[in-house]
């Protein structure tokens, strides 16, 4: 049986509200899902032909074989035209807009809590290592574009990591070649820009760029740069400097994040331990 089977729903269960924003395939709506009452967010996919539609498909895919309080989580996907993926609706929307709207509620505890969190989603990914997709074993590298506009809000004090999209640029040579001018230059690690090698180290650089965004509440990393400039800085040395919020314990962790050579930075797993351990000297909420 193919997984998505596993995972169809029918339309009938599903209200279609109005529209939350635009992604990469077609609008995205607000609505809920009568059978377990909750609100949900549904993608849908505009011009979808079987090509797309297999793309479009393929992150609700990834995200079957996902379950963590702390990645987003789909409910299910509608196969038959239109094709909806419904996922669970984090009513504060995304962390970048929330960070700009919340900043001078936030504390620094708080922010730590949000990079834990998301670390230990990451962790979790980092454990997992294989997908099983469509019957087939596949390498997993994450493939996940971690940055706080694919980190939703679901409370004050529970962030969600999203967007499992981002596998169109590792697996699809194609489509990837379409897609070089979508992709996030300044949150990626130099062998990624030099080379497009995509690896859970990597991953932990573009984590270090999160943290900095967050601590930077929602700033965008290297503005002041065009991308093209962005390698030579790096390949010179230079580094996002530290936020004013930032302690500097935990600037010493992102850049260690940003090592020039990808086996010298930490696993997501002793970041995780690094981070915990900055909570607690900030009081932190919600240790577990
Ligand atoms: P891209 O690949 O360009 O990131 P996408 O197809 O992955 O696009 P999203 O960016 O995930 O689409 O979604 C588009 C909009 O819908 C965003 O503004 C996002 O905040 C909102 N959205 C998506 N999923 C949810 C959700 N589960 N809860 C609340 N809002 C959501």
Wanted: net charge neutral.
């Amino acid at each position: 049986e193919s997984p998505i089977k596993k995972q169809r729903i029918s339309r009938a269960n599903v209200i279609l509200g109005q529209i939350l924003g635009e992604g990469f395939f077609g609008e995205v709506h607000e609505g809920v899902y009568k059978s377990d009452t909750i609100q949900v967010a549904i993608k849908t996919c505009k011009d979808c032909s079987a090509g797309v539609k297999e793309k479009f498909l393929s992150e609700a895919d990834l995200m079957k074989n996902l379950d963590h309080p702390h990645i987003v989580r789909l409910i299910g996907v509608i196969h038959v035209d239109p094709v909806w993926i419904v996922m669970e609706l984090y009513q504060h929307g995304e962390l970048g807009n929330y960070l700009k709207e919340q900043k001078s509620t936030l504390t620094t505890a708080t922010l730590i809590l949000y990079c834990l969190q998301i670390c230990k989603a990451l962790s979790y990914l980092e454990g997992l290592n294989m997908v099983h997709r469509y019957g087939q074993i596949i390498f997993f590298s994450l493939h996940v574009d971690i940055a706080v506009r694919n980190i939703l809000v679901a409370s004050p004090d529970c962030v969600k990591l999203g967007d499992f999209g981002l596998s169109r640029y590792i697996d699809d040579q194609e489509y990837y070649k379409a897609s070089v001018s979508r992709m996030p230059i300044k949150w990626m690690a130099p062998e990624s820009i030099n080379f497009r090698r995509f690896t859970i180290a990597s991953d932990v650089w573009m984590f270090g760029v999160c943290v900095w965004e967050i601590f930077s509440m929602g700033q965008q990393p290297f503005l002041w740069l065009e991308n093209g400039q962005v390698i030579t800085q790096l390949e010179s040395g230079v580094r996002l400097p530290k936020p004013l919020l930032c302690p500097p314990t935990l600037y010493s962790m992102l850049t260690s994040c940003w090592a020039y050579e990808p086996y010298i930075r930490p696993s997501f797993r002793q970041l995780v331990c690094s981070l915990r351990y900055s909570g607690t000297a900030w009081d932190a909420p919600l240790w577990e």
